[in-house]
């Protein structure tokens, strides 16, 4: 039986790195939306309550409900999460005198409480709240405080409940990782024995159970998400699984030959489809984001669908769908806003004829490529840099083009062959270039031009739920902006994009 602990998200940007520290010792966790709890299940070990912009005091601050928590499971609430904790219990929420936003001394009252074993007397911790609890209820005890936060964690007498009022998942506090690791593996009994083996092995009996005797057919991309699936589910169904690669109009310049040819010798059925005509047509005119990706989204299930009447008794879409993709297009109704949709998740039409599988969505990136290593996938798709699902119809911005696409197909080419070619291909966990949509003044030879601007984005991450902006060196990207100028007909202006995740986004749309 799989152990697992569960997240209920109240709408924290924070919530996935929870996640994130969790799968870091081995455990499986799930994000939940608040008021969808589950049935409590033998595999449940721990329930941990997230932060969230909203303050208990509100008259429609989200809350689980009375009755929907067990008692007897270990429970840890984090900022909001301990808020609510002490308030519905009876204790004091009151707004602090000023946000408390930042780095903050913890000093340990209790250190023989099982939760800050191991933690020193006084560590760093990160504060990020508006509210602060004034008050326990009674039969809460503290166990740690800072300068300013006399309640920053407390233990309930007599049940397996803690609250702490810092981010114990963040990098800046220093001991947070050590915190979540006593709730989750001493607390909660969890035996980190999440790995690779076990989740290609419980995947696959799963996949043969799901999809038992039917055929699967499987959009491949080249990338590493659709290749680790195709590999998982080869290995469940084997033949029956038809792989289709579609060319949207979309990819990298000769991607759509190149792809193919790597799937050469995987043993999988792969047939190449040329609808790139079909998906530019239905994206003239559009410039909204969000329509954009429906309008792809949309099109690749209709083509997938066409091909799948093609082959005998198909029932099953699979996706290479992952878990980012999956929290970031679920909004927590009344906490958080949709970051973005994705066409995997959020373009399906109500009347699709085809059930979907998606052996990837528990998975993070990493976790993706850690599985697809002990798959034994070909080292030179393991190691690509991950792609938008919607291709280049959101690395140019505003309308798509077949003359844009063109022009962003050559730049992004000369971009990441000078990072193969500089040895930076590999310390870069992204790279790609941004077609924007503004001309600026610029001067070739003797005659003034008034052409495109092409940004050039690279970044570093783990799972592309927080990413960091790349320090290529000065010389390689002077000899590429010097390359696409000179190189790609329509362009007068290269820039780089130097801002992380968050604020921004890795993609600009």
């Avoid at 006593?182 to 969890?190: L, R």
């Amino acid at each position: 039986m799989m152990e697992r602990i569960l997240i209920l998200d109240f709408g924290s940007q924070y919530t996935m790195l929870i996640a994130r520290r969790i799968r870091e010792m081995n455990v499986y966790c799930d994000i939940v939306p608040f008021n969808k709890i589950p049935s409590i299940t033998p595999d449940i070990k721990g329930i941990i309550l997230s932060g969230s912009p909203s303050s208990v005091r509100a008259e429609n601050a989200p809350q689980p409900g009375p009755g929907k928590l067990p008692d007897d499971l270990p429970i840890l609430g984090i900022c909001y999460g301990a808020q609510w904790l002490a308030w519905s219990c009876g204790g004091t929420v009151d707004a602090s005198d000023a946000r408390e936003y930042g780095r903050a001394l913890l000093s340990i009252k209790d250190a023989a409480d099982p939760l800050l074993k191991e933690v020193p007397a006084e560590t760093q911790v990160w504060m990020s709240h508006g509210d602060t609890i004034t008050s326990l209820p009674e039969g809460y005890k503290v166990i740690a405080s800072t300068e300013k936060v006399d309640n920053a964690a407390f233990k309930v007498e007599g049940r397996p409940v803690w609250g702490i009022q810092f981010h114990a998942e963040v990098h800046h506090s220093e001991f947070g990782r050590q915190i979540l690791h006593n709730f989750v593996i001493g607390i909660c009994g969890c035996t980190g024995s999440w790995t690779p083996a076990g989740f290609i092995e419980s995947t696959v009996a799963e996949l043969r159970k799901k999809i038992g005797g039917d055929k699967v057919v499987l959009g491949l991309s080249g990338g590493v998400d659709s290749s680790v699936a195709a590999l998982l589910l080869h290995k469940a169904i084997g033949q029956r699984l038809h792989c289709i690669f579609v060319d949207s109009g979309l990819l990298r310049k000769d991607e759509f030959s190149s792809v193919l040819a790597s799937y050469k010798g995987m043993g999988l059925n792969v047939k190449g489809v040329d609808a790139s005509a079909r998906f530019l047509g239905h994206l003239a005119g559009i410039t909204d984001p969000e329509a954009k990706r429906k309008s792809i989204g949309r099109d690749f299930v209709e083509v997938f669908n066409a091909e799948a009447e093609k082959i005998e008794d198909v029932c099953w879409l699979a996706q290479g769908t992952i878990y980012p993709d999956v929290i970031e297009s679920s909004a927590v109704p009344g906490a958080s806003a949709t970051i973005k949709s994705h066409h995997n998740v959020g373009g399906l039409p109500k009347d699709m004829k085809l059930k979907v599988v998606e052996p990837l969505r528990l998975l993070f990136k990493d976790e993706v490529r850690r599985v697809g290593k002990a798959l034994g996938l070909d080292p030179d798709i393991l190691g690509r840099h991950p792609f938008p699902g919607p291709g280049l119809g959101i690395r140019v911005l505003g309308e798509v083009t077949p003359e844009k696409i063109s022009i962003i197909q050559e730049a992004d080419k000369i971009y990441i062959d000078a990072l193969k070619r500089w040895g930076l291909y590999d310390q870069v966990w992204q790279a790609g270039a941004i077609l924007l949509p503004i001309k600026s003044v610029g001067v070739m030879g003797d005659e003034r031009t008034y052409e495109n601007t092409i940004a050039l984005r690279a970044v570093t991450s783990v799972d592309g739920m927080t990413a960091d902006w790349v320090r290529l060196p000065y010389d390689f990207l002077s000899e590429v902006s010097d390359a696409i100028i000179r190189g790609v007909k329509g362009v007068n202006r290269v820039v780089y994009d130097i801002c992380s995740k968050p604020p921004a986004t890795i993609e600009w749309e």
